[in-house]
């Protein structure tokens, strides 16, 4: 996510980078008190987002000459110190614990402070010290099953709540503005076979399946075997009771393990969603379970959350949603496939696609609410809206993307000289 010293949502910029053409910089907050002195000396780290602060007492904080988009409520002093000793962690925690309270739209709130970041000055060395010393969880055998366990075995109930019927978790593809959620999930899914130009007869390894869907499609529409690899016990467990009872479990296998223990020879390799829990240093590694999975002819789609350069991922998303992840850039990408000197042919952004479809998943979420605070508790709630309204702010503002990479091995030709097979009908 964007860059900003203490961001509330985002992560320290260690590449100085600055806007092309920056927005006009709000003037500097300022407060009458102690506490509204601080509170002011955060929004200016933050790049003075149009936000505005509201005091206990009553005092307002915010950005001179500019009309700000929504208010955050601070009932105490002693959740505002907790803020202003680390931005990054504690306003997300203190919105889940309702320790503080939001007048306005989550998302815009947001999206304001990720815009923000771009102007912020350079990280304090608190700033880079605390960066240093937060350590991601680790993706290691055993790392990444824990890992995976936070996030996807909390029940597939909970998922079923909004993520439509066809219980992907991934960017869908909208091809007009009013597609659906579902057929904007079938269309992806289209849209991911079509670049790997399956034929019928083809056997296809999918890295991290999620609750099969993609895998039941591959085998039902374009007639190919699927071995998909999951370590989500529930998800693989639910994905094959759906193979059994759609018919297809003679087509698709689901094996609850490690991608790195992927085995066989196939015509094409898919991972949809799964590098972001790969880890970078094991990029190589996936490169080498590639390479020794495909043929002559072998062709491949690595389909990602990333950025624009590197940069870790927002520490609270990371300690409380999704443990280990990390969304690369298209060069930490390049280690997957420069090392095996497989070949590129197809780059595509799209980020956009997942703002809509997260903005789908939100609504069905709030509609859903009621049943999620039932299920879990109103903290657990409002945790999942941050989340939700975090990531589409990151997709609108291009502090995320969505990459899209297609490859071949080096030596294989039956690849298009056109893209005309994506569109045909």
Not at 131 to 144: E, F, I, K, M
Not at 210 to 216: D, E, F, H, Q, R
Not at 407 to 413: D, L, S
């Amino acid at each position: 996510m964007n860059a900003s010293d203490e961001s509330l949502m985002t992560s320290p910029n260690a590449t100085g980078r600055q806007e092309v053409a920056p927005r006009p910089v709000p003037e500097p907050a300022r407060g009458a008190s102690l506490e509204g002195r601080l509170l002011a000396k955060l929004l200016t780290r933050l790049g003075n987002p149009e936000i505005e602060f509201r005091l206990w007492t009553g005092e307002r904080i915010a950005p001179e000459g500019c009309e700000s988009l929504c208010q955050v409520r601070i009932p105490s002093r002693r959740a505002l110190l907790a803020i202003l000793a680390d931005p990054q962690l504690r306003f997300p925690d203190a919105y889940s614990d309702g320790s503080i309270d939001i007048e306005g739209d989550l998302v815009r709130l947001l999206e304001a402070v990720y815009r923000a970041g771009s102007r912020a000055p350079a990280p304090s060395g608190l700033a880079r010290l605390m960066a240093h010393v937060r350590r991601p969880h680790v993706n290691t055998l055993s790392g990444s099953r824990e890992n995976i366990h936070h996030h996807y075995d909390i029940g597939n109930p909970f998922y079923s709540l909004w993520l439509g019927q066809t219980m992907a978790y991934t960017c869908a593809y909208y091809p007009t503005a009013d597609t659906t959620l579902d057929a904007a999930q079938v269309a992806k899914m289209d849209h991911v076979c079509r670049k790997m130009r399956l034929r019928p007869g083809e056997s296809v390894v999918e890295a991290g399946c999620g609750w099969g869907t993609l895998a039941l499609h591959m085998a039902r529409h374009y007639g190919v075997r699927v071995r998909a690899f999951n370590i989500s016990r529930e998800q693989v467990a639910y994905a094959r009771e759906r193979a059994e009872r759609e018919g297809l479990a003679g087509q698709v296998e689901y094996v609850q393990d490690d991608y790195r223990n992927i085995s066989g020879r196939y015509d094409a390799f898919v991972s949809v969603g799964m590098l972001e829990h790969v880890g970078v240093e094991h990029y190589e590694g996936l490169g080498e379970v590639i390479t020794r999975s495909l043929g002559d002819n072998g062709r491949g789609l690595i389909h990602s959350i990333g950025r624009n350069y590197p940069a870790p991922l927002q520490p609270w998303i990371e300690k409380r949603i999704f443990p280990g992840a990390y969304p690369p850039s298209l060069g930490q990408m390049m280690r997957i496939f420069e090392p095996w000197d497989l070949s590129i042919l197809d780059v595509e952004n799209l980020r956009l696609h997942y703002a809509q479809t997260l903005r789908h998943w939100l609504e069905l979420y709030e509609a859903a609410s009621d049943r999620v605070e039932q299920m879990f508790d109103a903290k657990f709630v409002r945790m999942w809206r941050m989340y939700l309204a975090g990531s589409i702010a990151g997709f609108t503002t291009g502090t995320l993307q969505l990459f899209q990479v297609v490859f071949a091995t080096r030596q294989n030709n039956d690849v298009p000289m056109t893209r005309t097979h994506l569109y045909a009908n």
